[in-house]
């Protein structure tokens, strides 16, 4: 079994910055991926961001991409969402995810297991 704790959502001006924590524990090795998603109010769930587990490969949704870094910290088993150069556009639940089927694992349904989410809103 795989648990997934979010943190460090927040509220910021436009233009700032924030970095979300995803701590797991339990048996992460076989997932291919640790994954962002969000989900803003009345909107999907869209994926932001993807790292492979084995290779530490990165991929990013267009819209954030040079805006957000993806990383982890083996050691700790935690991965991270740095956000900067934030905007409202930016505002939603942010869920981290393990899993993945097929890199850049963009696909929400190949991802098993879930956080709770951490909020993250971002005025003007």
């Known amino acids: 079994q795989v648990q997934l704790v979010e943190s460090g959502g927040g509220s910021v001006q436009a233009g700032g910055s924030l970095r979300l924590s995803c701590a797991a524990s339990?048996?992460?090795?076989?997932?291919?991926?640790m994954g962002w998603f969000r989900q803003a109010p009345g909107k999907e769930r869209e994926w932001v961001a993807a790292i492979a587990i084995g290779s530490g490969s990165t991929a990013y949704v267009d819209s954030v991409s040079g805006r957000f870094t993806i990383s982890r910290d083996n050691a700790k088993n935690t991965v991270y969402l740095e956000m900067n150069s934030l905007t409202p556009e930016d505002t939603a639940m942010y869920y981290c995810?393990?899993?993945?089927?097929?890199?850049?694992?963009?696909?929400?349904?190949?991802?098993?297991?879930w956080g709770q989410g951490t909020q993250v809103t971002v005025s003007s």
């Open positions: 995810a393990a899993g993945g089927y097929q890199w850049p694992c963009p696909v929400r349904d190949d991802y098993t297991y």
């Open positions: 339990g048996y992460t090795i076989n997932r291919k991926c």
